[in-house]
């Protein structure tokens, strides 16, 4: 009931682009949270578990190894993180100006 006092009040035209513009957001949103999620698992954890018991020492290049791709999906991830604010309340004020 409430989608047709809505349609009344927003006219057909923009009732069909609110819908389109809501639902790209919503897919959008999802396939930017799946990649996040992807990011994060392939990230090396910060807990040193078992290797912080035995004190073993590492050399400057051993620490240094995969610093690259580790700082890369670190970027990329604060990169969908902040894809997926933006959208979300982009999506949030469409829909306070329109309804």
């Not at 930017?32 to 392939?42: E, S």
């Not at 190894?65 to 004020?93: D, F, M, N, R």
């Amino acid at each position: 009931m409430l989608m047709h006092l809505m349609a009344a009040q927003l006219g057909d035209t923009a009732y069909v682009v609110y819908w389109v513009f809501n639902i790209i957001c919503l897919v959008a949103i999802f396939l930017a949270a799946l990649f996040g999620i992807l990011l994060v698992l392939f990230q090396k954890s910060n807990s040193e578990g078992i290797q912080g018991i035995t004190a073993s020492s590492e050399t400057f290049y051993g620490k240094n190894k995969g610093t690259s791709i580790e700082s890369k999906l670190k970027k990329w991830s604060w990169i969908v993180l902040g894809v997926i604010s933006v959208l979300a309340i982009v999506q949030y004020i469409v829909q306070i100006i329109l309804i």
